[in-house]
């Protein structure tokens, strides 16, 4: 049986060494031990396009090209990265994949989504998420030019902050019932995913939910999946 490792919600920046290294040298040591990765969204903070983003995150492309000789590596977007693309796919050597994605693993399934769908209680964010994906704005707004995608990012993240700020926690966590109604169609299965950042495992009477947390620049965190399921803590 294949062994994977899963991991989501790195927020890499381009240019912040100490956690890009930290990827890179997870990726070098455990992952490379795997026979697959999976990164469950937001591996990067922000992603402006392939054409720009593949070039800011070179150090990031570089070890999972390497790592790719030795791991299948599977990259679901996130809601700071759903711009990812054909192009990083080809520079990366990671395959791209949607959100469900059931992993079977000995007998057991696991759903694995991002997290944001479940988050249902933030009905501005769910509205605005409509916006953004429309395939005709993701199509105008990749033929900008740098500088305005940049600006438009950066107008963005200042809205989501000051939002954040009035939002309660509970707004900002999955929903139970919309998790409850989701899983009604997994019924054998567990489900794994991040976005929450709220690290936990929470064992329901018809599921399990494991939700992986977010990485700081000198720690991360990953599930590993080889006899059972495992946390692991990455340094
Ligand atoms: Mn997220």
């Not at 007998?107 to 991002?114: A, F, P, Q, S, T």
């Not at 209680?121 to 395939?135: C, E, F, G, H």
């Not at 809205?159 to 899983?183: L, P």
């Not at 995913?193 to 018809?206: A, I, P, S």
Request: hydrophobic content about 40%; overall charge negative.
């Amino acid at each position: 049986m294949p062994s994977s490792l899963l991991i989501a919600d790195l927020h890499l920046v381009s240019g912040e060494v100490d956690k890009t290294n930290l990827f890179v040298r997870f990726c070098q040591e455990q992952a490379a031990q795997v026979d697959r990765l999976f990164i469950l969204g937001d591996l990067f903070n922000t992603w402006l396009g392939d054409d720009l983003s593949n070039n800011a995150y070179q150090d990031v492309i570089q070890a999972l090209k390497q790592l790719s000789s030795t791991t299948d590596v599977f990259v679901m977007d996130g809601n700071r990265d759903f711009l990812i693309g054909a192009d990083f796919e080809k520079k990366s050597g990671a395959k791209l994949i949607n959100e469900p994605y059931v992993l079977s693993h000995h007998d057991k399934k696991y759903v694995l989504i991002h997290g944001d769908s479940l988050c249902t209680d933030d009905v501005n964010y769910q509205k605005l998420k409509k916006v953004l994906r429309n395939p005709i704005t993701t199509f105008i707004f990749t033929h900008l030019p740098k500088q305005l995608r940049l600006k438009f990012v950066g107008q963005l993240r200042k809205k989501s902050v000051e939002a954040q700020q009035t939002k309660s926690s509970e707004i900002m966590d999955v929903n139970q019932k919309s998790v409850a109604g989701f899983m009604q169609q997994y019924p054998d299965a567990d489900l794994i995913h991040g976005h929450t950042h709220r690290l936990n495992t929470h064992v329901g009477e018809k599921f399990t939910r494991y939700v992986l947390g977010d990485w700081a620049a000198d720690t991360g965190n990953a599930i590993k999946l080889d006899d059972g399921l495992s946390w692991l803590e990455i340094h």
